[in-house]
Each structure stands twice: as structure tokens, then as C-alpha cells.
């Protein structure tokens, strides 16, 4: 009986000690709020040096963070007004191999668990429509995985033993755990052609995604240095560890803010919830001021902006989304903003580059779509564009020229 | 009947020593001393049996001896040998069994899955079903029990199939002290005499057995010695031979038993029928005829399954009747749920309190108002005003209201269970054993109420088990043998009209 | 004599054992049979090696997790932190075995040894601090989560290429994977019916107390239940490593612990414990893969697929309710023969006839045992 | 708020205790202890958390989980578990961004007809638990997945719509005040309910449900009728969740993921609050803090700068160890039977 209770004082005290640890001395410092924030950033510098090396090396990989910086700037090639069709310094792959007749399109699909998928499914099925009238696609196959990788695994093999796919387009839903099952698909000489989030190989005959995770997070990034003035305070939202592409923002993000006067109030993970990211914003800022916000995806950045209004602060400098919502509040409030894009329009591309391969036309063996954040000086040209588009629609969705347009997106 | 003498069980005693020797044994619950510096010896080959009012300590002690509980203070000398049994496996380790009165057994397993659960016998490791089959076969044809099968679900078995199961799982331990706790308390007349012979097999091979019983015949049809607790300590340890029962009961109580059936109060007259029932039946009755009158104690007899609990359930609506008419003061009704039974005034305390009868969690007030809350929930709180009242001319013992019924003994649990019916106040009462497993004080309130009930006017139907009590309390028995009517008897009758009518003997004809 | 007895006795008994699970193993031929046809009349085969190749490579992973499963419920006890284990576990297993396959057996058994551990502290939390399964194991969820999000930040390790083979090579045309659950199911059926330990389980979850009561270290016995659990988390861990090629702590988010007691309950295991099998877990996670692979094959909408799984896991377990009610029911009817034994505590309000003490009572003669003392 | 005060009855001292002992006593003491220290832990690293706006802000984001926690409190104390309040939660806020969509006129008659859905899966979630005799859990985690993926396959996997500004007023607005500057909706809708709910506990139909909980069949021969009540219980908590989705769209509006996880916080905080899984026992009061001390935590957290990804495993260790305490106080020896002595008799 005592013993549990020793016991259960311990764990308890031990959990709280495990939170106290982190901050240096947090008696001391409640009186000034800036000593706090000064503790914080000290620490949070002395945990990335210490512990997180590893884990930063893991994310960030310079040469391709340079990349893909430079890449922002690179003219693409193709048709300005079709940007789903343009490539950035394309390497073209002849596919004569892979010529054919038979027109049966397989999907394996991570999920359409959040707006932006949906968004972008909507737009590959028009997109698929489009070539069913014409003929050159006849069966259009998909699995959806739910964001369970072990079933896309099955998903993929089923579509291998199933033979009678003429080319796999795979949205991975996790990089590093598909690559085994992609090898295998590749190795059954079906043309794969793998989208989004990428895969350890390069077996497949085209990977199509926009410029990457590197660029939007520095996008954000690099608009909150030059918008703030040095020594600002800027919050963190990110919706969930371990995401690569998630992951690539938030590294590219760090490289610039340790390069800048911008203090990090922390990093929080939201897991995209709207309650759980105005929570979080409120309580900081209960504890102090926080002049931006840099966010990992758009979804929830209303309810960032909301926190402000309700506990009657100034706007932060914003880093969103090209998510609607968001872009609506933007343009209601002023608030000094910028939309970076994880080019949705990239959904038609592999429909696209299916037909082209089937047709034996060369693609590019990395399909690098262009990536432009939204800015305040075209943010109202797109507004007027997806006027009647519902809110959790992505502005770049790239979708107005397919037969579909607007009641798809509208009725989805 | 006395199938085993004092006289001869005794001498069989008096050759051997000390088996279990228990020297002031102590125990405390919360700081409240439940024994205090009990004494008990066994010899191997009697019958002992341990008497005493609920709360008297007998279920702590035989928990102590069980290593289900550990004394305070004390000592436990098994053979001469200190032992403090820490754990019940202990216990049957050193062969010392325990049947318990709340049945110890897994209704979804066999019967033998249940003998030898704990031990199953394996070979080479794995446990062998079909040697635990053949042992359990060989342990019941041991003691004539054939028609039992090893393989067959305990959950298809009656209450004494259970009962026997339990006590052929504690002599599989070889057992040579088994305890048993009411081991009649849920058992049929014919029932328990096969207990009674299985008990008499058992004492033959040296076993020496520990009995606590509420039923004083039994102690004296079986027993040896007796020891009588009262508060927790030690009153004393007697020969039955050399005792009477009323000396047994004024060692329990203090009391003597001349006044244990109250009298009818001044005035108490049987009126209209209140209650009457035409040709019902169910799956388990058929013709039941039946008239309850105010004012009046009608007494359902009869064997264990004759019958007795099916009607009150049927009249309850628990168990409806498919067949015939109930009437309620002349008005006829369906009876087709408890809630519209207790809208028709009629009220049905339970056989089994812990189950049927009470949420144990909650308080005192909250099981008394239970009825009102459930049937009529909009005038409960003025209705409720009365329960106060009710539960102190009840002489509940309790902390306040507020105490969970849990923490209640037996006796007093029972009163709240009267108390929310009384609430109500039922035209017609049907109390099922209203007295089982609760101590002489508070059978004797339960039987001056009932009393009281019928001086007010309300019809009572009671059913009971213990012939004493249909004797002393009933105006008309009504006996019962499966599932119909066998016949009705005026109050004051005798026990063995009863019996011939309950088990289909010619009345007169040779009773045992 | 007892050996005629046993013959007379031992065949209807037995049939009712295996009622539920026969049952069970109908409706999943009842599954495979209607999806078959539906799955024809719209042109394809439900039954062509490539489906049935899919169907148990997708059986599998939710297989060892459910085979865990099993033994918890069975205890009248549940564990919802399974899905962290065997996302704790893949990335130990892959970390640990860091691409080199003399490391294999060490992956392994550190796999084993983790999720031994948090199996062990479950069942001691349970059964030692007496806090509720739910509770415990959800908040033993949350702390492995705290741990993976905070050590791993993506998927880490790697699996060397002979144990990916687990992971996708196949005997015949059964994957390999799923020959070790049906091997390890195997095990857990032989596991249930000849220990002691898995008698003493049906014991600790039909009742504790009278587990307790006979000698059984009920603690123990929960204790092992949950490691067996974790462990058998492990294996799918070391299964979800040896597929993806690495550890990914992601796997948590896959919803594995409802799913597994999905599958245990479908397979007719009682969920208030003591009653069920693995025998019956096997046939439920056939089930739920045969639906997935027939959904699948149909193009079903995977948020449809959602609603009718939840729909069937209702119905099913509606079934087996109704099975029970409609079981004791016939039971308890008999004309007039008032033997039911209806008294005594713990008695079942609807306690079947006895037709044993029917035999007592034409044996023992009531011999007017009522006559005064 | 935060410390209920035993109700003065003025019917004497033993009443008193009794209530005392009811809100504070069992497994309740602990969650009232754990939320007292948890306030005592964020007062001390942010003195500002106990002025008003701050508070108010506190309870805005608590409110949904506390409404949560009441309803889930129902259907607990009764003996069963509801899984689907998540999953309803989400299910509503969706149905309510893409009926509304964005029209103020016609928030009304949506909030009524998210009441009836709210009120018609209660009704369905009961009747199979009760009537077809379906273990809650299994029942509600069906619904749990029926509701999930119809409430998806109707949106095509996002939410579409938006939300009036009528709609999000309970859960984001207030009415101005000097001292608290905005004393919010929420607040007075929270007060509400407990209010309502602590009156529902103490009438008829309270006492029976957690009789019902306690024991069934005891109840049913006292003429309840357990199908009903059980059934009720259910519908309670669906309608709860029903006014969680209004407080919880209201406060943050429409994300995709609104509602996930929340069936496990308001299990976990009606565990938290001393009320047992089985039925039968602990107070309303107690699980609405139970709900409290759980955002308390996640406060505290946060104040504590605690990195986000370390948090769950503290919030594990800390619920493990707060049910573990309260489970020893619980499994003290019973006191023992009062009337060891004799009984007065009477004739």
C-alpha cells in the first residue's frame, strides 16, 4: 500500500522533473517574460547542438537544400499556362520500352485523408476522364491505402500479381518504407511512375514532384526574416514528426532562422487540429508577444490567425498555405502574409506522363514541377479565380481547363 | 431424522488428536477488531461445526484458516506444526480445503477443468485432458457420484451439482480439513441429504470437517462439536450431544428462542383477496390456483425447483405467465415486467439480496428510493420522505444514509431491501426467503414486520424453504410439487404434512 | 464405467464448445463464397492465386497482432498499446539489425526483449497496481508514442535483405509471412490446450476470484498474457521492419489496436474473457482480409469500406449475443419438472435443467429429511 | 469552478460529510488533488494563468472536452463505453460546415438537425447495445467506423462548407465584461450543463442509471427499465457530443481532423475523475474534472516548455499513476459489517 504510493509520487514527480529539465531554472525566471524567451532560445540552441545532430543530419541534406533553393529561380521548360507540364531541368528518358497498346492505369494511393489529397484526387480523376473519352486510358485501377504503408505494400504487389496493369503510378505514403515494394513493382517491368513523396530508388521511369519541402519551408522562412525586424519572435506549428516531406520544411526552415536575429519560441506539434493549434497559440501568447507564425501545411492556419483576433493581439507576419480559408482571411484582415505551395497541379501530371510513356514519348526521369509560393501581389488574382471554390481548396490546384471544372471541386 | 448419532460420531472423535489447533487468532479491518484471541481445534474425523449471528467472525475466521485473510495475531498449528497460510494455495497445499458459499467454480469450463484447476496434471509438460478426465471420473465414482460426468459444463449442472463439484475439487487436493460455508444454504431438501451422506463418506476416511451453518437442525443432525462466536470472540466449544438447541441459540444470541415467532397483533383479520390467480403456467408452472387475502400470510412451500421462486418471478413479471388470469384487488392485469407489477401495488423481495436485490455501491437512501425512482420518478422525492422513518423502525444499523449498502452485514442489507419495497407501499408483498442468510436478530424483525404488515391490511405471500418459519408464520401454506399446486394446508399445521404433501408421500405413510 | 461415461457425455459437451467458432468458421466460408460470386458477376476471381496471395499477405500482420490480443482478452483484459509496439519494434528490429545479416538474431531478440518488457510492465500495472487494462495500456501507448516521437524522427534502420524475405517471399503460393502466423497461431491454439497457463488464462478471465481461490497466480497469469501480447506485437513489428525495409514509428497511426480486438471479438472470443480461442481469432482476421480483398478487388470506396466494416463487426458480435440468448433459452424450458436450480449466489437467472440431479433424485429417495430435530 | 464547494444541505453535519465524501472521497480525491497541484504547477510558472482572460481563454479550450466528459460520464456509470463521440464530433462539425455553408440564416435549422443525428445515433448506439445485446465497445467502435467513413465518403474525404459566424459565436464569442474582458459563451453554456447534469444525477433518473450500472438485474427487479435507461445514457452522450462539435467548430472552425483522439480524452478523463469503467460508481462533478485536469496538463505542459513530442509519454505516465493511486485507495479492505453487536430486539 505504501510502496504504490511511493511508487506513484515518484512517477509522478519524475514526469514533472522531466518537464522542469528543460528550461534552466524556471523559478527565476517568471518574473520577466523576456528571460524566459531569452531561456528558451538558449536552450533550444544547446539541444539542437547536443542531441539533435543525428536527427538533423537525417533531414537535412545540404547539397539538396541548396538544390532546390536554386531551383526556385530556374525558368522551367513546357507551356507556362499548363505548369503541370513543365519540368525544371528535365533529364529526358527514352521509353520506348515501354510503348504500348494496352491502357489499363493502376493507382496505388496513400490516402485522401486531408484537403490537399482530396483536392488533387479530384483533379487526376478529371484528369483521367479526360484521356477515358479519348481512349488512350481505358481501365483506371485504384487502391487506396488509407495511409497504412503495409497496405499499400499489399496494395502494390496485388496490382504486380494481379499482371494486367499496363503502367503503376504510386503516391508512397512514407519514402523510406515503399522503396522495397516500388523496387519490386519496377523489377516487374511495368512502368512505374511514382508522385508526391518520393522513394530510395530510382528504378521507377519518372518521379514527378514539385520542387520540394527544402524550398517551401525556406519560402516561409525567408519571408519572416525580411518582414521581421530582427529579434522578433516566431512560433512553430508542425503537424506531425517523422513525415519526411514534413520533415524537409521544418529543416529548411531551421537552417535559415539559425541564420537570422528571429527567435524560435518553440516548435509544437498540432497534428493539423485546429482546437489544438488555437490552444497552442493562445497559451503563448498568454506567456508574450509573438510577431510570426511559420507553419509546416496551411491546414489550421485560420485558427492560428483566430487566436490573435480572440485574445485581441496584433496580427502576426504569416507563413500559411494556398489552402482557400486561409487565403480568404488573408485577404479579409491585411495581415502581412505569404502562401507558400506544395504544387497541387501535380496530380494530372502523372495521367500525363502515363500516356506519354505508353505512347513511347521520352519524360524526364525527374519530373521537377515548378513550386511559386503566393504572395501578396498575385494572392488576389487567385482568390478571383477560385471564387466560388469551397474553403480547404488549394488555389494552385491547376484543374480549371479539365471538363469537370467547377462542379467537381465544388460537389466533392 | 437423525442419520448420523452425536453418540456415534463421537466416539469416532474421541480416538483422534489435534488436527488444527487455532490459538488466538485476531484480526482487524480498519482498525475495528472483527476477532479478537479465538480459540479452535479439529480432530481428524469430525464434524465441527461454527455458529454465531452474522458479523459474529465465523467467515473471517474460516478466512484466516483458508489463507485468504492472515491474523494478526495468533497461531495456526496444522499437525503440530506453526503454519500462517498466506495464500489459499497454501492452504490446499497443506491440505486444507475450503468450500466457500458463493460458488468457486468457472461455469464456461468442465467439471473437471474445475476439480483440477491450478494443478492440472500434465505429461511432459503438457497438460493431459484425458488423465484429468479419468482422475476426476475416479474421484467421483470414489464417492458414488457416477452420474457425473468429468466433461460435462459446470454451467449445465443444478446448484448441488455444483455444490458437489466443489467438494470433490477440495478432497482432489486430498484434503484432510475441508471448510464449508453454508454449504445448504442454496440446496433442496433431497439435496442436502446427499450432502449429508457425502459428508458422512468423508468423515470415514479421517477428514475432518469444518461447518458453518445458520441451520441449527443440520448442526445437530451432523455435527459433533459445536463453536459458537459471538462479537468476534470465542463464547465456547461444546458437544452437541450434551447440548440442546435453545442453550445453542441463547449461546448466539442471548435470547431465548420461546418468543421467536411473534404473535398475530390485536386485530389482524384476513380480508378481501387481494390477490388471485386462475390456472397460470408457464414453462415451469402449471394450474397454479391461488388467492392472497389482506391481512393474511399465505406461505408458498415445497421443495428446491417445486416451483416457489417461479411463481413469485411469473407474478412479478420477471418470468411471466404465459397461461391464465391474475387478478389484483378483482381487477384483472398483465403482468408483463416488474415495473408494471409494482404499478399494480405489488412488491417482491428477492431470495438473492446481493444479486437480485440491492446495488451494492450505493448508498443506503439511494437503494431504498430505487423503486420509486424507477416507477415513479416524478413524485419519488415526497414519496421518499417516508424511508427515514421506515429504515429506523427497522432498527437499520448504519453509519447515516449515506453509507453504501456494501459495507452493511446481511441482516441489515435485508432491511433496505424491505425498506424500498415498504416504500411503496405494496397492496401485496411477496417476500422470497425473506429471512435466508441473515442473523437472528434480524429474522426476528422481519418477522414482527410482517406482522405489522398484516395488522395494516397488505396481503403477504411469502415463500420459504425453512419449515420452521412456514409453521410459525403462515395463516394458509400452500405446497408445491413440480410446478403445481399439491395441496393446501391451514396455518399450524405440522412440518411433516408439509413434507408428505411437498414430496408426494402418503400423508402418515413411513418418513424416513 | 467412467470410460462409457465419458463417450456418452464427451460428444454433445464438445459440440458446444465449438459452436462459436464453427460458427465463425462458416461465416467466413459464408464471406469468401458470396464475395466470390459478387466478385464473378462483376468479371473477376475472387479465388485466382494472386487474390488469395493478397489476401494472406494482408492477414498476416493483423494476425500476430490479434494472436496477442487474444490471450488479453481472454484474461478479461485488452491492450491498446499494441500498435506502438510494433511501431517501437519494427524501428528496434531495423536499428538493430542495421543492414547486416549476422545481426538478424540480435534484431530478433532485442525485438523480444522490448516488447517482453512493455508487456511485463502492463501485466504489472494491471495486475499489481490494479489499474484498469484500458487505462493502463492506453497510457502505456502514450508513453511509447512520447518516446518514439521524441528518439526516432522518421523511419530509421535497416533490414537486411535475407530478412525481407519474411516480408515477401512465399512457399507455394502462401507468403511467407503468413506461414509463420499460421504456424504461430498454431502454437497459441496448442499453447491455450495444453499449458497451464493457458487453462489458468480461461480460469483468470471467467473469474479472477476463483482463480485466485484455486491456487492460481491470477497476477501471473495476466502478466504472461501480456507479455505473449507485446511479444506477438513484436513479431508483427519485426514483419512491418522486414516489408518496409526499415523501422518507421508511423505504423502506430494505423489503428492496429482496435482492429485487433475487432478481429478477436469477430472470432468469437468473449470479450469480457474466459470464453473463445485462437482458433476463432484466426478465422476473424480471415475475415476482416477476405472483406479488405474483395473491397479491393471491387474498387469499393475505402471510406465505404470503413462503414461496412464497422456495420459487419456489429452484426457479427450481434449474432453471437443472439446465439447465447436463444441457446440458454432452450435450455431452461422443461415441463413442469421443477429441478431448475435456481438459488445460490452467482446463479445464472436462466441456470439450465439439470438432468444429473434428476439421476440424484432417483437415487437418494428424499427420506423426509424435513422432519423436525 | 474549480473547486466544487460541498453543498451546505443544512440538514446536518452528517450530510455535509456525506457530500464531502462523495465529491472528495474514493477515487475522486486523487483528480481533485492532481488538478489542484496541476493549477498550483501553472500558477507557478506563469502567474498570469489566473487572470481572467487567461482563464477564460483555459475554459473556451476546455469546454467541448468537459461537455465531452459529462456525456461519456452517462454512459460509464451505466456500465458501458462510447467510442463513437470522436468520430460523431468530427461528423458533426463536417455536416454543419457543408449545410450552413456559410449562410448565417441557416444555422438554426442546421443546429436542430445535427441534434437529431446526434440524437439518432445515441438512440442507435443503445438499442443495439441493449436490444441485440452487443458489447458497448464493439457497438460503438462500429459506429465509431460507420460514422468515420460515411461522414468521409459523403465529403469525398475533406470537409467542404463553412461555418456561419451564428454558429462559431457559442464556441469563440462572449459577452464583454470589465474584469474578464470577454466572459465567454462557452463558460455559461459549461456552467449550464453541469448545472443540468449534476440536477439530472440527483434525480430519479440519475440515481437509477448509476443503479442500473452498479447492478442490472437488481434494477430491473425494482422495476427499471434498464433497456430504456441504458439507451438514454447513450443518447445523452451523443447529444453531448452533438454540443462538444457546436463549442469545438465554433472555437477553431472546420480542420479535417477535428474530433480524432477525442473519445480516448474523455475516457480517460471520466477514469481520471474516480469513475469506474464497469459502472456504478464516482460523481459527474468528478469527471468534469477529470476533463479539466487533463487540459490542465496540457497546459502545464506547454507552460513548461516541455518539448512537444515528449509530452504524450508524461501525460501516459501521469494518468497510469493517478488511476493507480486512486485504485489503492479503492482496494483498502472493506470496513467492516457495523452490527457485530446484537441487534435490539423487539417484540
Known amino acids: ?200 530508388t530510382d528504378c521507377m521511369v519518372t518521379f514527378i514532384h514539385p520542387i520540394g519541402g527544402y524550398a517551401y519551408g525556406a519560402d516561409g522562412a525567408e519571408f519572416l526574416v525580411e518582414n521581421l525586424e530582427p529579434g522578433s519572435t516566431v512560433l512553430a506549428l508542425r503537424i506531425l514528426p517523422g513525415v519526411d516531406v514534413l520533415e524537409h520544411r521544418w529543416a529548411a526552415a531551421q537552417e535559415i532562422f539559425a541564420d537570422s536575429d528571429l527567435e524560435i519560441l518553440g516548435d509544437e506539434f498540432t497534428e493539423g487540429d485546429g482546437a489544438a493549434i488555437k490552444d497552442i497559440v493562445t497559451q503563448y501568447l498568454q506567456r508574450g508577444d509573438v510577431d510570426g507564425i511559420w507553419m509546416d501545411a496551411g491546414d489550421g492556419a485560420v485558427a492560428a490567425v483566430e487566436a490573435f483576433e480572440d485574445t485581441g493581439n496584433d496580427y502576426p507576419v504569416m507563413v500559411g498555405e494556398d489552402e482557400l480559408s486561409f487565403m480568404r482571411k488573408w485577404q479579409e484582415t491585411g495581415m502581412t502574409a505569404i502562401a507558400p505551395v506544395y504544387s497541387n497541379f501535380q496530380w494530372r501530371t502523372p495521367i500525363e506522363a502515363a500516356v506519354q510513356i505508353w505512347n513511347g514519348e521520352q519524360v524526364p526521369s525527374e519530373w521537377v514541377l515548378p513550386q511559386a509560393p503566393v504572395t501578396e501581389a498575385d494572392r488576389d488574382e487567385y482568390l478571383q479565380r477560385n471564387a466560388d471554390m469551397p474553403s480547404l481548396h488549394y488555389a494552385k490546384f491547376g484543374g480549371e481547363n479539365l471538363p469537370g471544372y467547377p462542379e467537381a471541386w465544388q460537389d466533392r | 431424522m437423525t442419520a448420523s448419532t452425536p453418540e456415534a460420531a463421537g466416539g469416532g472423535a474421541a480416538v483422534s488428536t489435534h488436527l488444527l489447533r487455532m490459538r488466538g487468532i485476531s484480526k482487524s479491518f480498519l482498525g475495528v477488531r472483527v476477532l479478537h484471541g479465538v480459540d479452535l481445534d479439529l480432530r481428524a474425523g469430525e464434524v465441527h461445526a461454527l455458529v454465531g449471528e452474522n458479523g459474529a467472525g465465523k467467515s473471517t475466521l474460516m478466512k484466516i484458516l ?34 466457500f458459499q458463493e460458488f468457486n467454480l468457472l461455469p464456461d469450463r468442465t467439471v473437471a477443468e474445475n476439480v483440477f484447476l491450478g494443478r492440472e496434471p500434465r505429461t511432459r509438460g503438457m497438460v493431459d485432458a484425458r488423465r484429468m478426465n479419468a482422475d476426476t471420473a475416479q474421484l467421483l465414482a470414489d464417492l458414488g457420484l457416477t452420474w457425473l460426468t468429468p466433461q460435462a459444463p459446470v454451467r449445465s449442472l443444478s446448484v448441488a451439482g455444483q455444490q458437489i463439484v466443489e467438494i470433490v475439487k477440495a478432497l482432489s487436493y486430498d484434503a484432510r480439513i475441508i471448510s464449508m460455508d453454508e454449504p445448504t444454504a442454496a440446496l433442496a431438501d433431497e439435496e442436502v441429504d446427499l450432502l449429508y451422506r457425502l459428508i458422512a463418506r468423508l468423515r470415514e476416511r479421517g477428514v475432518a470437517i469444518l461447518y458453518v451453518s445458520h441451520r441449527l437442525k443440520e448442526i445437530f443432525d451432523l455435527c459433533d462439536r459445536v463453536t459458537v462466536l459471538k462479537d468476534g470472540a470465542l463464547v465456547d466449544t461444546v458437544d452437541t450431544a450434551t447440548l440442546r438447541p435453545d442453550e445453542l441459540v441463547r449461546m448466539m444470541v442471548g435470547r431465548p428462542i420461546s418468543s421467536f415467532f411473534p404473535d398475530k397483533l390485536p386485530g389482524t383479520a384476513p380480508g378481501d383477496v387481494r390477490l388471485r390467480v386462475t390456472g397460470g403456467g408457464n414453462d415451469q408452472l402449471d394450474g397454479i390456483d391461488l388467492e392472497v387475502r389482506a391481512g393474511e400470510i399465505t406461505c408458498l412451500a415445497g421443495l428446491q425447483g417445486s416451483g416457489r421462486t417461479e411463481i413469485a418471478h411469473a407474478l412479478f413479471g420477471i418470468a411471466r405467465f404465459t397461461r391464465g388470469t391474475v387478478q389484483v384487488d378483482g381487477r384483472t392485469v398483465r403482468l408483463r415486467s416488474p415495473r408494471q407489477a409494482v404499478r399494480t401495488g405489488l412488491a417482491l423481495v428477492t431470495e438473492d439480496r446481493k444479486a437480485e436485490g440491492l446495488a451494492l455501491n450505493q448508498s443506503v437512501a439511494a437503494n431504498a428510493r430505487l423503486v420509486l425512482d424507477a416507477v415513479d420518478p416524478r413524485r419519488a422525492a415526497a ?130 | ?238 514483419l512491418i521492419a522486414a516489408r518496409f525495409g526499415t523501422g518507421s514509428a508511423l505504423v502506430y497511426s494505423s489503428g492496429y489496436e482496435l482492429d485487433s480486438i475487432a478481429a478477436v471479438v469477430l472470432g468469437g472470443t468473449f470479450l469480457m474473457g474466459g470464453r473463445g480461442g485462437v482458433a476463432g481469432t484466426l478465422a476473424g482476421v480471415l475475415i476482416l482480409a477476405e472483406l479488405d480483398t474483395v473491397f479491393n478487388v471491387l474498387q469499393v470506396d475505402p471510406f465505404f469500406k470503413e462503414v461496412l466494416r464497422g456495420v459487419v463487426i456489429i452484426a457479427a458480435v450481434a449474432i453471437y449475443a443472439r446465439r447465447q440468448v436463444e441457446r440458454r433459452a432452450t435450455r431452461a424450458r422443461f415441463g413442469g419438472d421443477g429441478d431448475d436450480g435456481g438459488t445460490g449466489p452467482g446463479r445464472a437467472p436462466d441456470r439450465p435443467p439439470d438432468s444429473t440431479a434428476g439421476g440424484a433424485d432417483g437415487d437418494q429417495v428424499v427420506a423426509g429429511h424435513g422432519g423436525d430435530r | 469552478m474549480t473547486a466544487p464547494r460541498p453543498a451546505h444541505r443544512s440538514s446536518g453535519a452528517s450530510r455535509v460529510a456525506g457530500v464531502a465524501s462523495a465529491l472528495f472521497g474514493g477515487g475522486s480525491a486523487t483528480v481533485f488533488a492532481l488538478l489542484i497541484v496541476i493549477f498550483a504547477g501553472i500558477f507557478a510558472m506563469n502567474p498570469s494563468f489566473m487572470e481572467p482572460p487567461s482563464l477564460m481563454a483555459f475554459i473556451k479550450n476546455a469546454a467541448p472536452l468537459v461537455v465531452l466528459a459529462i456525456g461519456q460520464y452517462f454512459v460509464i456509470v451505466a456500465g458501458e463505453l462510447d467510442l463513437s463521440v470522436g468520430s460523431l464530433v468530427g461528423t458533426q462539425v463536417v455536416i454543419a460546415a457543408a449545410l450552413i455553408d456559410g449562410e ?244
Not at chain 2, 66 to 82: C, K, M, P, R, Y
Not at chain 3, 32 to 50: C, D, E, H, Y
Not at chain 3, 169 to 191: C, E, K, N
Not at chain 4, 185 to 199: G, Y
Open chain 1, 1 to 200: 500500500m505504501r510502496k504504490t504510493r511511493v511508487l506513484s509520487v515518484v512517477a509522478v514527480a519524475a514526469a514533472l522533473a522531466v518537464g522542469a529539465c528543460t528550461t534552466d531554472d524556471p523559478a527565476d525566471s517568471t518574473d520577466e517574460v523576456d528571460q524566459v524567451v531569452d531561456d528558451e532560445a538558449g536552450d533550444e540552441a544547446d539541444s539542437e547542438e547536443e542531441a539533435e545532430e543525428s536527427d538533423a543530419d537525417e533531414w537535412f541534406v545540404q547539397s539538396e537544400y541548396e538544390r532546390q533553393l536554386a531551383q526556385r529561380d530556374i525558368e522551367p521548360e513546357g507551356p507556362a499556362d499548363q505548369p503541370w507540364l513543365q519540368a525544371i531541368e528535365p533529364e529526358y528518358v527514352d521509353t520506348a520500352e515501354y510503348a504500348q497498346d494496352g491502357n489499363t492505369l493502376c493507382f496505388s494511393n496513400a490516402s485522401v485523408s486531408n484537403p490537399w489529397r482530396v483536392t488533387g484526387w479530384i483533379t487526376m480523376q478529371q484528369q483521367v476522364q479526360v484521356y477515358k473519352d479519348s481512349g488512350d486510358i481505358g481501365e483506371f485501377r485504384v487502391s487506396d491505402a488509407g495511409d497504412d504503408d503495409n497496405k499499400q505494400i499489399s496494395d502494390i504487389q496485388a496490382f504486380v500479381d494481379a499482371g494486367d496493369c499496363n503502367a503503376i503510378i504510386i503516391s508512397p505514403s512514407t519514402t523510406a518504407t515503399l522503396t522495397p515494394a516500388v523496387e519490386a513493382a519496377c523489377e516487374s517491368g511495368v512502368p512505374v511512375i511514382v508522385f508526391d513523396r518520393g522513394v530510395n
Open chain 4, 104 to 347: 448565417e440564416s441557416r444555422t438554426g435549422p442546421v443546429l436542430l438537425l445535427m441534434l437529431v443525428f446526434g440524437v439518432l445515433v445515441g438512440l442507435v448506439n443503445g438499442l443495439i447495445t441493449t436490444v441485440l445485446k452487443v458489447h458497448s465497445l464493439i457497438t460503438t467502435l462500429g459506429m465509431m467506423l460507420v460514422l468515420y467513413g460515411a461522414n468521409r465518403l459523403w465529403t469525398g474525404g475533406a470537409p467542404t462548407g463553412a461555418l456561419s459566424e451564428a454558429f462559431r459565436q457559442p464556441g469563440r464569442g462572449g459577452v464583454e465584461m470589465p474584469v474578464v474582458r470577454l466572459l465567454p459563451w462557452s463558460l455559461l453554456i459549461l456552467v449550464a450543463v453541469v448545472i443540468a447534469a449534476v440536477v439530472v444525477m440527483r434525480r430519479p433518473y440519475g440515481r437509477v442509471l448509476i443503479a442500473v450500472g452498479d447492478n442490472e438485474q437488481a434494477a430491473a427487479f425494482s422495476g427499471v427499465r434498464v433497456w430504456q435507461v441504458r439507451t438514454a445514457a447513450f443518447v445523452l452522450s451523443s447529444v453531448m457530443a452533438t454540443l462538444a462539435a457546436v463549442l469545438i467548430g465554433g472555437y477553431a472552425g472546420v480542420t479535417a481532423q477535428v474530433g480524432e483522439g477525442l473519445e480516448f480524452a474523455a475516457i480517460t478523463a471520466v477514469v481520471l475523475g474516480g469513475v469506474v469503467l464497469g459502472g456504478g460508481r464516482g460523481t459527474v462533478i468528478a469527471a468534469m474534472a477529470g476533463a479539466l485536469t487533463v487540459e490542465a496538463l496540457f497546459t502545464l505542459f506547454n507552460q513548461l516548455s516541455l518539448p512537444s513530442t515528449i509530452r504524450p509519454a508524461a501525460q501516459g505516465l501521469i494518468i497510469i499513476a493517478a488511476v493507480a493511486y486512486a485504485a489503492r485507495e479503492r482496494s483498502q479492505p472493506a470496513p467492516p459489517v457495523d452490527d457485530a453487536r446484537p441487534e435490539p430486539a423487539r417484540s
Open chain 2, 66 to 99: 483458508a489463507g485468504v485473510h492472515q491474523a494478526d495475531s495468533g497461531t495456526v498449528e496444522l499437525d503440530g506444526a506453526a503454519v500462517a497460510f498466506e495464500h489459499p494455495l497454501q492452504a490446499q497445499q497443506a491440505r486444507v480445503s475450503t468450500v
Open chain 3, 1 to 238: 464405467m467412467s470410460t462409457t461415461v465419458d463417450t456418452a457425455t464427451a460428444m454433445p459437451s464438445r459440440r458446444r464448445r465449438l459452436g462459436t467458432t464453427e460458427l465463425v468458421y462458416m461465416a467466413l466460408l459464408g464471406v469468401v463464397v458470396i464475395g466470390a460470386v459478387i466478385v464473378a458477376i462483376s468479371g473477376g476471381n475472387l479465388l485466382s492465386t494472386a487474390n488469395t496471395v493478397e489476401m494472406l499477405s494482408r492477414s498476416s500482420l493483423l494476425g500476430f497482432v490479434a494472436l496477442g490480443q487474444t490471450f488479453v482478452i481472454l484474461c478479461r483484459s485488452l491492450d491498446l498499446s499494441v500498435g506502438y509496439v510494433m511501431a517501437l519494434s519494427s524501428l528496434i528490429g531495423a536499428t538493430t539489425m542495421a543492414g547486416d545479416p549476422a545481426r538478424i538474431p540480435l534484431g530478433i531478440a532485442a525485438v523480444v526483449l522490448v516488447a517482453g518488457g512493455i508487456g511485463l510492465a502492463n501485466g504489472l500495472i494491471i495486475a499489481v497496481l490494479k489499474v484498469n487494462p484500458f487505462i493502463t495500456t492506453l497510457g502505456m501507448g502514450l508513453i511509447i508514442k512520447g518516446y518514439l516521437d521524441t528518439r526516432y524522427k522518421g523511419p530509421a534502420g535497416a533490414v537486411p535483405e535475407a530478412f525481407r524475405q519474411f516480408g515477401y517471399t512465399r512457399i507455394g503460393f502462401v507468403p511467407l509471412s503468413a506461414a509463420v502466423m499460421l504456424l504461430a497461431m498454431a502454437a497459441g491454439i496448442a499453447y491455450l490446450r495444453t499449458s497451464r497457463t493457458g487453462y489458468h488464462m480461461y480460469a483468470v478471465g471467467g473469474s479472477e476470484d476463483v482463480a485466485r481461490l484455486s491456487g492460481i497466480r491470477t497476477g501471473r497469469v495476466m502478466i504472461t498474457a501480456h507479455v505473449l501480447c507485446s511479444i506477438a506485437a513484436g513479431v508483427a513489428g519485426l
Open chain 2, 383 to 512: 414519496r421518499a420522505r417516508r424511508i427515514p422513518g421506515l429504515l429506523s423502525s427497522l432498527d437499520l444499523v448504519a453509519r447515516g444514509p449515506d453509507q453504501e449498502v456494501r459495507f452493511l452485514s446481511g441482516g441489515n442489507q435485508q432491511k433496505v431491501v424491505l425498506a424500498k419495497w415498504l416504500a411503496t407501499e405494496p397492496s401485496v408483498i411477496v417476500l422470497d426467503e425473506p429471512t435466508r442468510g441473515i442473523d437472528v436478530g434480524a429474522k426476528h424483525r422481519v418477522y414482527t414486520l410482517m406482522r405489522e404488515l398484516a395488522a395494516d391490511g397488505v396481503a403477504i405471500l411469502m415463500v420459504s424453504s425453512e419449515l420452521p418459519e412456514v409453521i410459525g408464520m403462515a395463516d394458509r401454506v400452500i405446497v408445491l410439487r413440480d410446478g403445481r399446486i399439491a395441496g393446501e394446508l391451514p396455518g399450524g399445521t405440522t412440518e411433516e404434512a408439509v413434507m408428505a404433501l411437498a414430496t408426494g408421500q402418503v400423508p402418515g405413510g413411513p418418513m424416513s
